[in-house]
Every structure is written in structure tokens, then in C-alpha cells.
């Protein structure tokens, strides 16, 4: 069965060593993609609707933002390996506050999942590698 990993300069980079994406035959899978843009890295925030003091602490926080971002950040890794936002077959999301976050979530979600409706798993966790409030992990076919 053939492999290949695919890499974009049009998201955010890895946090560690692994790619953005891997096909195996008709299946691509996503690494976990968050909400930073493009060119940033674990060093720097980079995070839409994020602002951090210089302790690290919140300044501003809009996960409406986040999660727009971390949906284009899909779509554009997507895109890249071949693929499309229509031939996703299955979302992992992680939140780290699903009290808080998961309303915004699930009707930002509505949104862009109007047309295509993969199976879906929603996973609260207490944090991610770096200063985000949601991780996405995806199946697609290719």
C-alpha cells in the first residue's frame, strides 16, 4: 500500500517532528491541527483572538477565533495534500474547556459542516502543547 506524507508552508508548523498530513491508499490523515497561522511556530503565540502578558496569562481570548482558524488551517492542509473539506469522514476535536467552549464550537462547527457531515468525536482535556483552546485530528479519502 503506498504512503506519503504531505507538508505545507500554508499552515502552522508542527510542534514536533511529524507531518501535516499522511496517505495511506484512499485515506489522509491530519496530524492534530490547531489554531495558529502560518509561519508561526511553538515560539511565538501566532494564535488569532490570543493575546498573552509577558507571564503567559490571558490579555484577550476569542475562541470564535480560534476555531475559525483552526477550520481554515483543516481546509488548507486539506487542499494541499490533495484532498478536500467535502471528503472528510471523520473530526476528533479537542477542547480544553468544554463547559465554556463547546456551544461556540458546536454552532461555528454548523457553519462549515453544513454540506459535508463526517462522524464526529468531541474530547475535553486539561491542555495542548502549546497556548490553544481547541485541536482538531482528521480522517479525509484522497
Same mark, same amino acid.
Given at each position: ?6 507538508? $505545507? ?7 514536533? #517532528? /511529524? ?32 493575546? #498573552? ?32 473539506? &467535502?471528503?472528510?469522514?471523520?473530526? $476528533?476535536?479537542?477542547? $480544553? &474547556?468544554?463547559?465554556? &467552549?463547546?456551544?461556540? /464550537?458546536?454552532? %461555528? /462547527?454548523?457553519? /462549515?459542516?453544513? &454540506? ?5 468525536? $468531541?474530547?475535553? %482535556? ?9 485541536? #482538531? ?6
Amino acid at each position: 500500500m503506498s504512503q506519503q506524507s504531505f507538508n $505545507t508552508d500554508k499552515a502552522p508548523k508542527p510542534v514536533g #517532528l /511529524y507531518p501535516h498530513a499522511r496517505q495511506v491508499g484512499n485515506l489522509l490523515f491530519l496530524s492534530g491541527v490547531g489554531p495558529r497561522t502560518a509561519g508561526s511556530d511553538a515560539t511565538d503565540s501566532g494564535v488569532p483572538g490570543l493575546e #498573552l502578558d509577558k507571564n503567559g496569562n490571558f490579555k484577550a481570548f476569542d475562541f470564535e477565533a480560534q476555531c475559525r482558524s483552526v477550520f481554515d488551517n483543516v481546509r488548507v492542509i486539506l487542499e494541499a495534500s490533495g484532498s478536500g473539506w &467535502d471528503k472528510l469522514v471523520d473530526v $476528533t476535536v479537542f477542547l $480544553t &474547556d468544554m463547559k465554556r &467552549d463547546f456551544q461556540t /464550537y458546536n454552532r %461555528i /462547527y454548523a457553519e /462549515y459542516f453544513k &454540506d459535508n457531515q463526517p462522524c464526529r468525536t $468531541t474530547v475535553a %482535556i486539561d491542555s495542548l502543547p502549546t497556548p490553544i483552546a481547541i485541536e #482538531l485530528k482528521c480522517i479525509a479519502t484522497i
